[in-house]
């Protein structure tokens, strides 16, 4: 069964850091591309970053690039998501969801994923 698991989330203050991870079971990070999506009550679900299946192409929602970095690590088969400089405004539900693209240096900001996880709470609150 293809599966991606979430962790990492938490309550942080404004200003701090967190790291998310993305852990897939029953593929390899090198086969899927990666996105990582939030959404806050109420809201829609918005894409935060994503990365191919072969890490070339990387693309984050414009207003958060610079804060939020996202990488992967083969050896472990995991996706992070490391979030500074964290803001009021980032408290959200946070998915990891996987697809198998087509072309490897392709991936998404809009949630056309058939692979989703549970997601995981980040609150930055003081």
């Known amino acids: 069964q293809l599966q991606v698991a979430e962790s990492g989330g938490g309550l942080v203050q404004p200003g701090g850091s967190l790291r998310l991870s993305c852990a897939p079971s029953g593929f390899t990070v090198e086969d899927y591309y990666i996105g990582w999506f939030r959404q806050a009550p109420g809201g829609k679900r918005e894409g935060v970053s994503c990365?191919?299946?072969?890490?070339?192409?990387?693309y984050y929602k414009a207003t958060l690039k610079g804060r939020f970095t996202i990488s992967r690590d083969t050896a472990e088969n995991t996706v992070s998501l490391q979030m500074n400089s964290l803001e009021p405004e980032d408290t959200a539900t946070y998915y990891c969801a996987a697809e198998r693209g087509t072309i490897p240096n392709m991936c998404v900001l809009t949630p056309r994923y058939n692979i989703w996880g549970r997601g995981t709470q980040v609150t930055v609150s003081s």
């Open positions: 990365i191919s299946s072969n890490g070339k192409n990387i």
